[in-house]
């Protein structure tokens, strides 16, 4: 009896020791899979996020125009859009997001998700938020997808039927009516610079109205609100025509071939030219590839022999320049405006 009591004990044993075993063991492989789960995951979050990138564009790119609609940022930015989507592939929305000189659009592109599919079709105006302190944010703080546009025939108007007939009639009259002769502008953005310039170069001082973008500067003029707005002449070229708007000269190095009778304003003793360029930028962080991508596309698009008839109807030349030389460019024209606004203001 005794003898078989202690085999029944050692049975026992035996059972609870296996089981203990056997629930280790179990464990041990329970937990296994977990970590192998984690790093999976993390493969598959890395994989993925490789995976968007090549396989960019596959949806619609949304392009924020700083600007209201009809002026010359909105009408070369739709223009340009139209052949990069063929090159892309997919198509592109326009979403005007105007104020602030441009920078309330500017700050919408900033804060997206950089993952390809808002880009922001910029120009001067986005260098010089940050000079006039319109914007806490630079350009620089964007990825610069490149350049596609240059604009040379910024211009000076004045309705047809103003007293005003030459750029010096213009000066004259200001320095004898100081703060009188009223100039629509938009403040922050391109044109402001261009009227510092100018006022610093002839010595005269305007009556300056925050008259809007493009198209809101033509409504000034032609309603008899404000007496000149700078405008590019690509923008007004069917009011100069029509004898509704004069040009008092262009910011050019030399006269513009679709307006032959419009003098540079150096020639008229003015020494101030600005070149206007238009450039495409993503969200901080956007991948290299996708920026490649649609720089890429760019490129070709420049060089469609439709797309550059349609920039001549705009009085505009197709100018590509990729990531590096468009940073390159951005950064000696943002030096260029802080110099001008540091001896102006």
Known sequence: MKKSINKKGIMWVLIIAMTMLLAACGGAQSSQPVKESDSSGKENAETSKETASS?????????????????????????FAKYVEKE??????????????????????????????????????????????????????????????????????????????????????????PGEVSVGTNVGAFTYIQLMALADAAGVEFNIVDAGGGA????????GQVDI??????????YIESGDMV?????????????PNVPTFKEQGVDVTFDKIYFWAFPPGTPDEV????????????????????TE?????????????????????????????????
């Not at 620089?140 to 910024?154: M, R, Y």
């Not at 009085?315 to 540091?342: C, H, T, W």
């Open 247 to 259: 040009s008092l000269g262009v910011l050019s190095e030399e006269r513009i071939e679709q307006f």
């Open 88 to 177: 892309l592939g997919v198509s592109t929305v326009v979403s005007n997001v105007s104020g602030a000189g441009g920078s309330v659009g500017s700050r919408q592109v900033l804060k997206a998700k950089p993952d390809g599919y808002t880009v922001g079709a910029f120009q001067d105006s986005m260098l010089l938020n940050s000079i006039f302190g319109v914007a806490d944010f630079k350009y620089d703080e964007f990825e610069i997808a490149g350049i596609s546009v240059l604009d040379q025939g910024n211009s000076f108007l004045v309705s047809g039927d103003s007293k005003f007939k030459t750029w010096d009639d213009v000066v004259a009259y200001a320095k004898e009516h």
């Open 291 to 310: 920026i490649n991508t649609f720089s890429q596309a760019m490129e070709k698009a420049a060089v469609n022999e439709d797309y550059i008839a349609e």
């Open 55 to 79: 396989s960019y564009p596959d949806e619609t790119i949304k392009v924020v125009v700083p600007f209201g609609a009809g002026g010359d940022t909105d009408i070369n930015s739709r223009t």
């Open 216 to 223: 809101d500067k033509i409504t000034a003029l032609l309603g």
């Open 313 to 345: 109807k705009h009085v505009v030349s197709a100018k590509y320049m990729n990531p590096e030389e468009a940073k390159q460019f951005l950064a000696d024209a943002y030096e260029r405006y802080q110099g001008i606004y540091e001896k102006t203001k």
């Open 229 to 238: 707005i700078p405008n590019p002449l690509g923008l007004v070229k069917d």
